[in-house]
């Protein structure tokens, strides 16, 4: 994994993290649009990066790994809002 795929990487789970105390969702849907939120915003900044240097950031055999990251985000969150009720 690149430099560059490992910060996007962490930026999607950061944002995302943030997204949640600010938005405090609750259930599947809420944590899944949130995840999808904070996905969109490390998108975007990939997008832009690719844009610039004319190369791409993700290769291919990464690009499920991303997708894994941001499911094992998801189901944490529902996990613990599980534990809490």
Known sequence: MSTLELALNM????????????QNP??????REVAQS????????????????GKPVITSDNAARLNEVVTEMIEGVVSSEDNIE
């Open 11 to 22: 930026l999607a789970e950061a944002t995302t993290t943030e997204l949640t105390k600010t």
């Open 26 to 31: 609750y259930g599947l849907q809420e944590n």
């Open 38 to 53: 904070g996905g969109k915003i490390a998108g975007d900044a990939r997008k832009n990066i690719e844009a610039k240097t």
